[in-house]
């Protein structure tokens, strides 16, 4: 059984950090990018950022930059996102999922991704 399960959600004032994880099971990651994404209450899912199989190459949406850095332990079967100066409009559930091409050019394309864990909820009060 395919597996995603993210943890490291919670509630935090502007400026916070937090710092995600998703766990893998059931399929191989190791060669497969894999990415974050996030959805705010009654809004589009979004991309938040993406890391090349390997861990040679990082993706990340304008509004992130600077602030989140995803990365990956294939041993561990995790990949990570650290979010440093939270801010309100950051306030979403958050997403991981493994993309389902070799290329990495549509790394931002929900439906470019087979597989998908629960969310985690990440809040952040001003």
């Known amino acids: 059984q395919v597996r995603l399960v993210e943890s490291g959600g919670g509630s935090v004032q502007a400026g916070g950090s937090l710092r995600l994880s998703c766990v893998t099971s059931?399929?191989?990651?190791?060669?497969?990018?894999m990415g974050w994404f996030r959805q705010p209450q009654g809004k589009e899912r979004e991309a938040v950022a993406a890391?090349?199989?390997?861990?040679?190459?990082?993706y990340y949406a304008d509004s992130v930059k600077g602030r989140f850095t995803i990365s990956r332990d294939d041993a561990k079967r995790t990949v990570y996102l650290q979010m440093n100066s939270l801010k309100p409009e950051d306030t979403a559930m958050y997403y991981c999922?493994?993309?389902?091409?070799?290329?990495?050019?549509?790394?931002?394309?929900?439906?470019?991704?087979?597989?998908w864990g629960q969310g985690t909820q990440v809040t952040v009060s001003s």
């Open positions: 999922a493994r993309h389902m091409f070799d290329s990495d050019d549509r790394w931002s394309t929900p439906s470019a991704y087979n597989y």
């Open positions: 059931g399929l191989s990651v190791s060669n497969s990018l």
């Open positions: 890391i090349s199989a390997g861990g040679s190459s990082t």
